[in-house]
């Protein structure tokens, strides 16, 4: 069975800095997919950023980027320059098969 | 972007009663959509996932007696908590995927549904 595992279940991080947001996953597939999801205040889902498990190089948007290590089957969010409109839980994702396995979930507080 | 909408918003009923939470796909076609259900302060669990025209496939644990599920056309599914009950109040989202296939499992989410059961 799949799982996401994310260890940090609340995060602080200071206006303008630079947080990084744990991901491990346990899989025996080789071609999957990874998300992250940002769930605000609203509770809309989100998608941050996705990476596909054949593609070496780490995805990017903006602000974010992941640090995708397949073989230690890691996959981190890094947000740089964090503005009080990050604030939000962050959930890490696996896709398999049509469908997508949430982790716990990280909130993460920007400080003004 | 692809925009997915949920009704009611938010449902307050009556124990032993029936709610209907409505998933539409607004501007595009969705063979598949799915149903999740978020407890306060918790994860994203999946309950199902619908099929257009067939019937929906129940995840471990989730009562399909109880939580019924339609998918009648390709933009509208249904879930439907039968006989609700306080233990069955929770944040229920829904996602669709677009028919077209890009590749990858894209899934736009609506903005949930909160059950409240006294």
């Known amino acids: 069975a799949q799982t996401v595992t994310q260890s940090q279940p609340e995060m602080s991080v200071q206006e303008a800095e630079t947080v990084t947001l744990s991901c491990t996953y346990d899989t025996s597939e080789s071609d999957y997919y990874l998300f992250w999801y940002k769930q605000p205040p609203s509770r809309q889902m989100i998608l941050v950023i996705r990476?596909?498990?054949?593609?070496?190089q780490n995805a990017t948007e903006n602000r974010f980027s992941v640090n995708f290590q397949k073989a230690a089957k890691s996959f981190s969010l890094k947000i740089s320059d964090s503005q009080l409109g990050d604030a939000a839980m962050y959930f890490c994702?696996?896709?398999?098969?049509?469908?997508?396995?949430f982790g716990k979930g990280t909130r993460l507080h920007i400080l003004p | 972007g692809a925009v997915v909408s949920q009704h009611p918003s938010r449902v307050i009923c009556k124990s032993g009663t029936s709610v209907k939470i409505e998933c539409r796909s607004l501007?595009?076609?969705?063979?598949?959509m799915f149903w999740y259900r978020q407890f306060p302060k918790q994860s994203l669990m999946l309950m199902a996932t619908s099929n257009e025209g067939s019937k929906a496939t129940y995840e471990q644990g989730v009562e399909k007696d109880k939580f019924l599920i339609n998918h009648a056309s390709l933009t509208l599914s249904t879930l439907t908590v039968t006989s609700a009950h306080p233990e069955d109040s929770s944040f229920y989202i829904c996602?669709?995927?677009?028919?077209?296939?890009?590749?990858?499992?894209?899934?736009?989410f609506g903005p949930g549904t909160r059950l409240t059961v006294l």
């Open positions: 990476q596909e498990a054949y593609k070496q």
């Open positions: 996602s669709a995927r677009p028919s077209r296939d890009r590749g990858f499992n894209e899934q736009f």
């Open positions: 994702a696996f896709d398999r098969d049509d469908k997508i396995i």
């Open positions: 501007d595009f076609q969705a063979t598949t």
